[in-house]
């Protein structure tokens, strides 16, 4: 069965450096997601992504944050000047063919800005 | 904008058990989309189960089954014949299907369920 895919599983990175978290959608979805979770807390919306371009994004992305489709598979969440508080656990999904479509998540990526 | 509430922060139950976690929401919109979803220690997220808010008809899959109350704004999941592999955390989330949808999903706190052999 398909499944979407991310590296790294755990990324370590210091205070002011930039990160790129990489996720691989199921291969015939068109909507791609990111969330994340901060540990004990609620998995929060960060950005929906569709035909190329952002369709809607959360107050917590900021100009911080980007997404890109840079080729046919893969999907990244970059980071700038990471900061402590984006210590998080990091997750993609994708739907088929509308928005409304269940989502399939990644196993996610453990983020630790020091 | 739309709230998730999960008021049960942990539950458990025997194995073999039927237990019920409990969600509600608050929301505008007529038209919109209910789910749950499990997250094991793995922390992977897995579709627990799914519910058209047009439908009357209570969603089930295998031993989940939520009751879906509309007016009352509640969306609570049954789980039967508990299993050692319920033991994750299960989420509560709400999407909305209006024109202006694209496929956002806000989440509840979370329950954590532990199942007890």
């Not at chain 1, 930039?18 to 807390?41: A, D, K, M, T």
């Not at chain 1, 992504?49 to 917590?60: R, V």
């Not at chain 2, 024109?99 to 329950?111: A, I, M, R, V």
């Amino acid at each position: 069965e398909p499944e979407v895919t991310q590296t790294p599983s755990h990324q370590v990175t210091q205070m002011g450096q930039e990160v790129i978290l990489r996720c691989v959608p199921i291969s015939n979805h068109l909507y791609f997601y990111w969330y994340r979770q901060i540990l004990g807390q609620k998995v929060e919306f960060l950005v929906s992504f569709y035909n190329n371009e952002i369709s809607e994004k959360s107050e917590i992305f900021d100009d911080q944050f980007s997404v890109e489709r840079p080729d046919g598979s893969n999907f990244t969440l970059k980071i700038r000047s990471t900061k402590l508080e984006d210590s998080a656990m990091y997750f993609c999904a994708s739907t088929r063919q509308r928005s409304t479509d269940t989502q399939y998540f990644g196993p996610g990526t453990r983020l630790t800005v020091l | 904008a739309q709230t998730v509430t999960q008021s049960q922060p942990e539950m458990s139950v025997q194995e073999a058990e039927t237990v019920t976690l409990s969600c509600t929401y608050d929301t505008s919109e007529n038209n919109y989309y209910l789910f749950w979803y499990k997250q094991p220690p793995s922390r992977q997220m897995i579709l627990v189960i799914r519910q058209e808010a047009y439908k009357q008809q209570n969603a089930t899959e295998n031993r989940f089954s939520v009751n879906f109350q509309k007016a009352a704004k509640s969306f609570s999941l049954k789980i039967s014949d508990s299993q050692l592999g319920d033991t994750a955390m299960y989420f509560c989330a709400f999407m909305n299907a209006g024109g202006t949808s694209y496929g956002k999903l806000t989440f509840g706190q979370g329950t954590i369920l532990t199942v007890h052999p």
